[in-house]
């Protein structure tokens, strides 16, 4: 009788079934985000955001507008068919300048974000790890009169000693960032360190690095990349504040807030200059806040 090899079928499955449950978990995922519409629409809202940013000198109808670019024959311009949303007080167009700007705004979050969430989330751990001693007090208490000054005092204070530009602009607004996520971790930390997982490692002789970073860490994830999402927002509306009072980029570089101001100083005549502006900023933020509530339900619906 022949005999049947089923190696092969065996070594086939075997590489299939990873694949198979790598995109039945992408399905069920997108199935508890999708269930709430609206984040959905918020979803639609930050990809649309993040194509014009990085496609901008592509898809804008005058991308020389962006720069040091003056025409003053066609300054204040209202919305029309050759200038979608009207031009400003040099005659550049509104529409290409917001797309443009979204460029800016997309980097302060992405950079601030990196910059602020990985010593908050490590000092949470630590001081959560270490509940009720010296080093959970000296931690907090220092996290404590961060928290206690308004963010947006806080940022203007460190970007009024700096020289103004987007870099400066972004340490300025991390400075004040990390402490949020220090708090976030350290009450989670400082609940789970009780648990009886993680005294059954300790109990096993686990080093505290591996009980910090593998026991308590995965259990705070969730709230982190919720809040990160709903953070993305705003980043981008602190971003928007400095440069209105000329603390951001610089012109000619565009940016939402610098142009919010430009426009306000020539309302309500020409009040293209702000309005459109203002909107971008607002669609902006309502984007990333959307699509940070569907990945919280998603997350939640996951863990119960």
């Known amino acids: 009788m022949a005999k049947v090899n089923n190696s092969g079928n065996s070594v086939s499955l075997a590489l299939q079934r990873p694949k198979s449950l790598f995109w039945?978990?992408?399905?069920?995922?997108?199935?508890?985000?999708?269930?709430?519409?609206?984040?959905?629409?918020?979803?639609?809202?930050?990809?649309?955001?993040?194509?014009?940013?990085?496609?901008?000198?592509?898809?804008?109808?005058?991308?020389?507008?962006?720069?040091?670019?003056v025409d003053y024959e066609n300054a204040g311009q209202p919305p029309s068919l050759k200038y979608l949303l009207g031009t400003d007080?040099?005659?550049?167009?509104?529409l290409s300048r917001i797309v443009f700007a979204f460029r800016g705004a997309?980097?302060?979050?992405?950079?601030?974000?990196?910059?602020?969430?990985?010593?908050?989330?490590?000092?949470?751990?630590?001081?959560?790890?270490?509940?009720?001693?010296?080093?959970?007090?000296?931690?907090?208490?220092?996290?404590?009169?961060?928290?206690?000054?308004?963010?947006?005092?806080?940022?203007?204070?460190?970007?009024?000693?700096?020289?103004?530009?987007?870099?400066?602009?972004?340490?300025?607004?991390?400075?004040?960032?990390?402490?949020?996520?220090?708090?976030?971790?350290?009450?989670?930390?400082?609940s789970v360190s009780n648990e009886y997982f993680v005294i059954a490692a300790e109990l096993t002789g686990a080093s505290r690095l591996h009980i910090i970073f593998k026991e308590i860490l995965p259990n705070c994830l969730s709230p982190i990349f919720t809040k990160m999402a709903l953070d993305v927002g705003w980043v981008i509306l602190i971003g928007a504040s400095l440069s209105f009072v000329g603390l951001g980029e610089q012109p000619?570089?565009?940016?939402?807030?610098?142009?919010?101001?430009?426009g306000a100083r020539y309302m309500p005549t020409f009040w293209w200059m702000t309005v459109f502006p203002a909107l971008a900023i607002v669609i902006a933020i309502l984007g990333f806040n959307l699509t940070g509530d569907g990945i919280r339900d998603m997350l939640e619906t996951r863990i119960g």
């Open 252 to 262: 000619p570089t565009p940016a939402l807030g610098q142009m919010v101001s430009d």
């Open 89 to 94: 007080n040099f005659g550049r167009d509104l």
């Open 24 to 69: 039945e978990g992408v399905g069920r995922n997108w199935y508890k985000f999708s269930r709430n519409p609206l984040s959905v629409i918020g979803l639609i809202i930050v990809l649309g955001i993040i194509i014009c940013a990085i496609f901008a000198p592509w898809i804008t109808p005058y991308p020389e507008h962006a720069g040091p670019f």
């Open 106 to 190: 997309l980097v302060m979050a992405i950079v601030v974000l990196a910059l602020a969430v990985p010593p908050g989330v490590l000092l949470g751990l630590i001081a959560g790890y270490f509940h009720n001693t010296w080093i959970d007090t000296v931690i907090m208490r220092i996290t404590d009169i961060f928290l206690g000054v308004p963010p947006l005092i806080l940022a203007l204070a460190i970007a009024s000693v700096l020289e103004p530009n987007l870099m400066n602009a972004m340490i300025a607004v991390t400075v004040m960032w990390w402490p949020w996520y220090t708090r976030l971790v350290y009450g989670m930390a400082s």
